[in-house]
């Protein structure tokens, strides 16, 4: 699906509410996914840096809670300077992160013992003026608490990311309640594609937009991101062998023409 195409009054309906919410003498540019129908949703082109976002997952389990990981793994990466991830539980797998680009030597992991020293750690490490992005892992996000996290974002530039877990599946109403991040998002897991040969695809994900401030919802079937922290559109993302065969077949023509 091709990436709409701004229309001039949406823009101009999308500066007006940004002079209103005071972002215009923040604005600090964005970090684009590199895919254009997911970057198209969003008003910058892309993740808007030194602003808060959050990321869940889209059912109360393992996986999920994995997917929407890595998810926040492969943003953390594309930034630049160290990350910082604070986490509540101990299941975190650096080996995990490292595959989705998120390098261990880049990467400081603070234990927090409950979701007050969270947000503590979170608004801290977001007004600090030398880390690219913060990661923090929490189950309730107030209004309060989130405009706090926003407005220190924009002290500093970093890219906040609040990973929403809950340890009971009716935490998970807390989600809908409304806060200041400027993106909310959701990961499912989804089947991976299957191989032309005996083996495991890549993992797969559904995306959901489920808020983006002066944007729009959406969502987006995509493989999950590579060692550089890149998502691919599943449409494009043809095994290696595949999308090499056209080219292979074409010079054993030749050969046999010759």
């Given amino acids: 699906m091709p990436a709409p195409e701004p229309r001039p009054a949406l823009e101009a309906l999308r500066a007006q509410v940004s002079r ?11 970090l684009p996914f590199g895919v254009p129908e997911i970057d198209g949703r969003l008003p910058d082109g892309g993740l808007a ?22 998810f926040s793994a492969g943003i953390a990466a594309r930034t630049r300077g160290k990350v910082l991830w604070i986490a509540t539980r101990q299941d975190l797998y650096a080996p995990a992160l ?15 013992s409950s979701d007050v020293d969270v947000l503590a750690c979170f608004e801290e490490a977001l007004r600090h003026q030398g880390l690219g992005a913060v990661v923090a892992e929490v189950a309730r996000l107030s209004m309060t608490a989130s405009r706090r996290l926003q407005l220190a974002a924009e002290t500093s530039g970093a890219l906040g990311i609040a990973i929403r877990r809950w340890r009971r599946q009716t935490d998970a109403a807390d989600f809908g309640q409304p806060t200041a991040s400027v993106t909310r998002w959701r990961v499912s897991v989804l089947p991976s594609v299957p191989l032309p040969v ?3 695809g890549r993992s797969r994900w559904l995306l959901e937009l489920i ?12 493989e999950a991101c590579d060692a550089k922290g890149r998502l691919v559109p599943c449409r494009l993302a043809l095994p290696a062998a595949l999308a090499d065969r056209p080219a292979q077949e074409a010079a054993g023509d030749r050969r046999a023409r010759a």
């Fill in 211 to 222: 808020r983006a401030r002066a944007g729009e919802c959406a969502d987006f079937e995509v």
């Fill in 98 to 112: 490292q595959q989705v680009g998120l390098s261990a030597r880049r990467t400081i992991y603070v234990a927090a």
């Fill in 20 to 30: 209103l919410e005071g972002q215009g003498r923040r604005r600090r540019g964005a």
């Fill in 49 to 70: 840096l030194g602003a808060l976002h959050e990321v869940a997952g889209g059912g109360h389990d393992a996986l999920n809670a994995a997917a929407s990981g890595l």
């Fill in 198 to 200: 005996p083996g495991v």
